[in-house]
């Protein structure tokens, strides 16, 4: 009998017996994950009383069988336990077959040698969250001294958090569901202590718990200074004018107020990257210019950064956070911390945070894993370059760390052949593109047999012809599919959400912070401002269309009569709803319990449904389905605003007037809340839009292009590009100020090279939004290229493909 490996069993059998059969049993029930390469059909072989643990293990991923291989063997064998390799020709053998639906790329990072960093190049729908999951279980498993405590994951959102530490609860949970041993619940325990968090959640606990030795004696805050920096550009500027009034002539003619946004503008830019302007431990180069325009901006900044540092007392903005991990002093005091250190998503980190790890993990001694795709770094914006892989490697190599490579090219996402036509694509841009690297080699078994491939649709804007394409998509779907409607702008998604709203189309919308700008809290303010002031004719027609009233206006009459007598018209519309004795009550009773009597009497939500369903019936055969889901829409934001407002208003001291000018504010400004999103079961009833950016990670059956001929390269009026080495910044500006541009030395040097990066970096998007589909993916034929060269995503895919 074999011996019960920790981890994983490979096992290759031409006829499985008796005590082979118990031996695997034996494995399943003491979690370990078995592989079986049979000659055979298990079910022809396999023993009634072990049917249960077989197909619960299975079930549960502790088991993988392996039917009808080609004989490799004359009898049965071990191939590898826990990532040791004990039948190297059988192991061969099998990675060498394409066809093989077992994993060995997974299979070797899983089970790797522990004390090493390693490197992994993960593909769009290979299954590295996966990997990285059982990467920490196969420790856990097989070093008894291992603790997840000792492990820190760093993820790129929150989100992205919350989702691996559940996927690492559901792991044990299938190891438990098989076992029932109780060391997989005390492993569901443990999770909780271990670091799964941003990579700026993470600066700030190693801060909080080691800032003493960067003389940090308090734990800091994170907060906005939005004013502050308003204000320290104004230092800035009084500071040059005071002390550099030669300089300050250049921009004296110029409105104050202009200057000091293009100025802020510029130091977002260097706040996106991590630049800290006043750094002893790198030099920062605003180059010249004849103009004299460069001292100006780095005098300005540098005088606003000190400003706003005095000003902050213990209190960090995300940015700081990044900028203190430049201080090695920290990770001498963290030795012991972390023995294993895992990046997800490593391309979209920028220089301060690869600098970061790899400084962090030479100086602790912990062992570092990362994990991402070269062609899926989308985040210049925020400082990521897609050369990270090569700046660690650079890094590693100095700090002489050994490190191992691995590639992972399964794809287990999309259909075989879509995958290859959109492979097929890329090489070719690949050969166009300076900036954008691709290899051949990802693949798919996915539905190998079915002749899956992009459609070219024509699709034009607004017209009823598009309008039916996207609803047969809604309605020819199964109920479990998703539909992703994907775009490059938050823009193009009002355009669209305005277009299928015309049409009675369930589309959700989903861009960061736009709670504020939902429909719920824009008639529910209308009727805060009705509250506040109904005379006005304006105030009083916007509140008769919203839910809360509901009434047809006669258009003709608005405006063939004279104001006053419209007046009085909508007044008696909102009189025949007692509005009158609700604006009597504002100054008798608590505001808030106010607007509950008010929602409560004037019932928009049911109005709000059966406008919709009105409006649905007109347009399609399930309205009702159609208005359901986009009223529970609405009284899912409607609930949380009233939320927001009791959490914001004492009973005691609210008024109207407090909250009219908070919802102004907030509907102004404010860009941090989410809109309330339905549960799963009604998601899939819509069409999913968003940007190609929020996309990132996510997967759906279909994915529709509709808008591919945005230009990449427009003209702005600040203009920011940054290059850097180990010891130097290098910042390139251009800056519009009423007819005149200022641009420094460094700006004309570095712009061609820019300009192959946004194309490159716009391939890897295109790359990121075609790969999200699973089933099919439709692209919009319609429309021009343009005689600007590779300056949109159509004239990328028409460089590749003869259909335009």
Request: proline share 1%; glycine share 2%; hydrophobic share 35%.
């Amino acid at each position: 009998m074999f011996n019960i490996p920790l981890y994983s069993l490979l096992m290759y059998s031409n006829n499985l017996s008796e005590e082979n059969i118990y031996y695997i049993v034996k494995c399943l029930k003491n979690g370990v994950i078995a592989h079986l390469f049979l000659s055979e059909n298990l079910e022809k072989v396999l023993d009634e009383k072990y049917d249960n643990i077989f197909k619960l293990a299975l079930e549960n991923n502790l088991l993988y069988v392996y039917e009808n291989q080609t004989k490799f063997s004359d009898e049965t064998a071990i191939i590898a336990e826990d990532g040791n390799i004990i039948n190297e020709k059988l192991y061969k053998s099998i990675c060498d077959d394409k066809n093989s639906q077992f994993n060995y790329e997974q299979y070797e990072i899983v089970t790797a040698k522990e004390n090493m960093n390693y490197i992994v190049t993960s593909g769009a729908g290979t299954g590295k969250t996966t990997t990285m999951m059982n990467r920490l279980i196969f420790l856990k498993k097989t070093n008894p001294y291992f603790t997840f405590k000792k492990a820190a994951l760093i993820t790129f959102t929150n989100k992205a958090s919350m989702e691996m530490r559940k996927k690492l609860v559901a792991l044990l949970e299938k190891y438990y569901d098989v076992t029932k041993n109780s060391e997989y619940l005390d492993m569901m325990d443990e999770v909780v202590k271990c670091t799964i968090t941003t990579i700026h959640e993470f600066s700030k606990r190693l801060i909080n718990k080691f800032g003493k030795s960067i003389n940090l004696n308090k734990e800091v805050k994170i907060r906005t200074f939005k004013f502050y920096r308003k204000k320290a550009i104004t230092e800035g500027l009084d500071y040059l004018y005071k002390n550099h009034r030669e300089i300050y002539e250049t921009i004296k003619y110029y409105p104050i107020y202009d200057v000091e946004a293009k100025l802020l503008s510029i130091w977002k830019k260097l706040d996106n990257y991590s630049i800290d302007v006043n750094s002893t431990n790198y030099e920062v180069d605003f180059g010249t210019d004849d103009a004299r325009f460069s001292k100006l901006v780095e005098i300005v900044l540098k005088k606003a950064q000190e400003y706003l540092e005095n000003s902050k007392n213990y209190e960090f903005e995300i940015a700081d956070l990044m900028k203190k991990l430049v201080y090695k002093e920290l990770f001498y005091v963290a030795k012991g911390e972390y023995e294993l250190i895992i990046v997800d998503e490593f391309q979209d980190s920028d220089n301060i945070q690869i600098d970061f790890v790899s400084n962090f993990c030479h100086i602790t001694g912990a062992n570092l894993l990362v994990v991402g795709d070269e062609k899926q770094s989308i985040y210049r914006f925020r400082g990521a370059e897609h050369s990270s892989f090569y700046r660690l490697k650079e890094n590693l190599n100095s700090c002489n760390m050994n490190f191992k490579e691995f590639s992972m090219v399964r794809n287990y996402r999309t259909d075989a052949n879509l995958l290859k036509e959109i492979n097929d694509i890329f090489i070719k841009i690949s050969e166009n593109v300076d900036k954008f690297n691709y290899d051949e080699s990802a693949y798919s078994l996915k539905n190998k047999d079915e002749l899956s491939k992009i459609e070219y649709k024509t699709l034009i804007e607004n017209t009823p012809e598009a309008a039916k394409f996207f609803q047969d998509i809604l309605d020819s779907k199964e109920e479990k599919e998703a539909v992703a409607v994907l775009f490059r702008s938050n823009k193009d998604i009002k355009k669209f959400k305005n277009f299928c709203d015309k049409n009675s189309i369930l589309c959700r919308v989903d861009v960061t912070g736009e709670f504020f700008r939902h429909e719920a809290v824009r008639d529910f303010y209308i009727m805060i401002r009705a509250l506040v002031d109904s005379n006005s004719n304006n105030v009083m027609y916007s509140f008769i269309e919203t839910p809360y009233i509901n009434e047809k206006i006669n258009k003709e009459k608005i405006l063939r009569e004279n104001s006053s007598e419209v007046n009085e018209y909508l007044k008696e519309m909102l009189k025949k709803e007692k509005w009158y004795e609700y604006q009597q009550k504002i100054n008798n009773i608590n505001i808030l319990e106010l607007i509950d009597e008010v929602i409560d009497a004037l019932k928009p939500i049911k109005n709000y449904y059966v406008r919709e369903l009105l409006k649905a019936k007109m347009n399609k055969d399930n309205y009702k389905k159609v208005a359901y889901a986009k009223t529970l829409e609405y009284k899912l934001n409607l609930e949380h605003l009233l939320f927001i407002l009791r959490d914001n208003f004492s009973d005691n001291v609210s008024s109207i007037f407090e909250i009219e000018e908070f919802l102004k504010l907030k509907i102004s400004t404010d860009n941090t809340v989410d809109a309330r999103k339905l549960d799963a079961i009604y998601e899939k009833d819509f069409l999913q839009c968003l940007t190609v950016h929020k996309a990132k990670g996510m997967e759906y059956d279909y994915v529709i292009m509709p808008k591919l001929t945005n230009r990449f390269i427009i003209s702005k009026s600040v203009d920011v590009i940054l290059r850097s080495n180990r010891n130097k910044v290098n910042i390139g500006f251009k800056v519009k100020l009423g007819e005149d541009e200022y641009t420094n030395s460094y700006y004309s040097d570095y712009l061609k090279d820019e300009k192959s990066e946004i194309i490159g970096e716009e391939a890897r998007i295109l790359y990121v939004a075609m790969t999200r589909c699973k089933r099919k993916l439709f692209l919009n034929a319609s429309g021009v290229i343009g005689t600007e060269g590779q300056n949109n995503w159509k004239s990328l895919i028409g460089g590749a493909r003869t259909y335009v």
